[in-house]
């Protein structure tokens, strides 16, 4: 066996679900808020694209790099979204679809590390659990930069070493953020370009998030965008990676894509060649028909949207929290031990909530998701309201 596996830990809901063996919830409906997974109802004209091209899918093996109309699809999104230089993004160099984000992000670190030398791989913290474990089985170590409060719950990339930023090859960023929501600003994205450059790493934004915000005047800033700005049209060290999972409520579909350094995707297209994970023939079409219409998405925020309002409308005087930049994450800190709160939450209310802690790491005897919970508004509206309600209850009981 690969022994790199045993250095993998248990997942935040293995954790979860141990925190709460043994408890017999009261007999009230159960909410979880625990899992990132959208509720909403995936729009029609998505089935509709999927059921139409089924039968001629099922019949052809797809390619790797994805049909030419999918990838002009992308392309044109991220140009349009991002206000891309007109003609920045080939669709035959510089975008690549797959099987959602998760998928993407392990591999990518498996293809771009080089195993020869000492690799650190940098990551917030808390942060997305296969950032650490693709790290690991990429053969390097994980570096973590704490997020808190005190920096926003942003990265505090000003406290990293030269020295770290030397045995650095790949870092992470997701923005917004996984789980506390904050958007990094553009000049700290180019001060992250500029890095990559004098120090020879490269830079993989999670964007999964993108597309969730609550002022349709300012969504959020994406790498490719704060590249080009800074006249780094040929993205280069920069990948980004999207999803149809939240932004179009299809996490069942695993469709996603990376775009960005097309030096870096023909040698990530050769890895998954080998790898065996092109995107089905017909969740490309059905792909393509989601990234091409925007209605559905703004109609999907404006639920989001008003989902907070109510949820903070409830908790705002009760516990320590507040809206974030972007996302469908509360992060709201706890007025008792973050594992103590979840666990009671759930005893007492059968809502469930994920401890902040599960998501980070120790570094330097601080666990920055110690002390928060991190609760996702993907339910019915009904159903985060009553869980509010509920926590409401519980916390005034403390």
Known sequence: MNPDLEKLQPYPFEKL????????PPAKTPIALSIGEPKHATPGFIRAALEQHLDRGLASYPLTRGIPALREAICDWLTHRFGLPAGSLDPERHALPVNGTREALFAFAQAVIDRQRPALVVSPNPFYQIYEGAALLAGARPHF???????????????????TWDACQLLYLCSPGNPTGAVIPETTLQQLIGLAERHDFIIAADECYSEIYFDEDHPPVGLLQA???AGNSDYRRCIV?????????????????VAGDAELLAAFLRYRTYHGCALPLQHQHASIAAWRDEEHVRD???????????????LGDCLDVARPDAGFYLW???????????????????????????????????????????????????????????????????
């Open 17 to 24: 679900n141990a925190l709460k063996s043994g408890i017999a």
């Open 145 to 163: 930069v704490p997020c808190t409060a005190a920096t926003g719950y942003l990265p505090d990339f000003d406290a990293v070493s030269p020295e």
């Open 227 to 229: 590249a080009a700005a």
């Open 241 to 257: 990676f999207h999803s149809l999972s939240k932004r179009s409520n299809a996490p069942g579909l695993r469709s996603g894509f």
């Open 300 to 314: 999907n925020r404006r639920q989001y949207r008003e989902k907070f309002d109510a949820v903070l409308d409830i």
């Open 332 to 398: 709201p800190r706890t007025p008792v031990s973050d594992e103590t709160f979840a666990r009671d939450l759930f005893a007492r209310e059968h809502v469930t909530v994920l401890p902040g802690r599960y998501l980070s790491r120790d570094v330097d005897g601080l666990n920055p998701g110690a002390g928060h919970v991190r609760m996702a508004l993907v339910a019915t509206a009904d159903e985060c309201v009553e869980a509010a309600q509920r926590i409401r209850h519980h916390v005034s009981s403390l």
